[in-house]
């Protein structure tokens, strides 16, 4: 939140020679589509802060949250450029939600891990079964993202976007390595609480964590490029 409030205070000074206070730009700031999806995102971290709180009894107060996160992300870039808008926009939403499930999943996973013994396993072979569903969407998902932006192959090795695209499925892959090391080697030996698991296990998700960071940099590769090359 206060990274996306200095974001638009910034936008605000540009517009207004450096007043960052001015009402005015304020007004039109928080009425165009990056204010409208800034107050979404606020509203959604809000609702999952609030439901956190809350506890278990809010749960579908948090989800609506998480969903209104990922909704927000509509309102601005390529999906908002290219046809068709509905098809672009619940891919993104899909695409999103999984992402968040993976990459928030991380330290989570990490530090029960670390923690070792059977209930760490039990948590760890539970998230592996629903991820791997959830996985299988959002490399569905970005895929009909990639198709419906693109729309073809040679933009994958003539342009910035491919580039960053093609840079960011490689990345992906390795994160598909790591998921399939821990699955089959690494969870198993947490399970026979074989001495240390615990500990490479965490360690392994830190790298894991590492490589995450640098698919976050591929996209934010991607939105600052055109899908269609320059011109
Ligand atoms: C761990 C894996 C992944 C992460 C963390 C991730 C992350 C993201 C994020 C945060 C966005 C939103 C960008 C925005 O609208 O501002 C995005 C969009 C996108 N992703 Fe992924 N993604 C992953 C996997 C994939 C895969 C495997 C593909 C392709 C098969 C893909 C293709 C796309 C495309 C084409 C977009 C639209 C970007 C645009 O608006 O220009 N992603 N991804």
Not at 51 to 72: K, N, Q
Not at 101 to 126: C, H, I, K, N
Not at 132 to 149: H, Q
Not at 195 to 218: C, D, N, Q
Request: proline share 4%; hydrophobic share 60%.
């Amino acid at each position: 939140m206060v990274v996306s409030l200095a974001w638009l205070a910034s936008q605000v000074a540009l517009a207004s020679d450096g007043d960052v206070l001015d009402p005015e730009i304020w007004t039109v700031m928080l009425t165009s589509r990056p204010g409208i999806s800034v107050i979404t995102t606020w509203a959604g971290l809000l609702a999952v802060g609030l439901a956190t709180w809350i506890g278990p009894g809010a749960m579908v107060f948090g989800a609506a949250g998480i969903l209104a996160i990922a909704a927000s992300f509509t309102a601005v870039g390529h999906t908002t450029q290219h046809q068709p808008r509905t098809l672009l926009a619940t891919a993104l939403v899909v695409h999103l939600l999984a992402v968040s499930f993976w990459a928030g999943s991380l330290w989570p996973l990490a530090l029960a891990s670390r923690r070792g013994g059977p209930t760490a396993a039990r948590l760890v072979e539970g998230w592996a079964r629903a991820a791997g569903w959830i996985v299988g969407g959002l490399v569905l998902a970005g895929a009909v993202l990639a198709w419906l932006l693109v729309g073809r192959l040679d933009a994958l090795v003539t342009t910035p976007y491919g580039l960053a695209l093609l840079a960011k499925v490689g990345l992906v892959g390795v994160l598909l390595g790591f998921a399939a090391w821990h699955r089959f080697r690494l969870t198993p030996a947490l399970a026979a609480n074989t001495p240390g698991s615990g500990a490479r296990l965490a360690a392994s998700i830190g790298w894991e964590t590492l490589v995450m960071i640098a698919v976050f940099w591929a996209v934010a590769e991607m939105t600052s490029t055109s899908p269609q090359g320059e011109g």
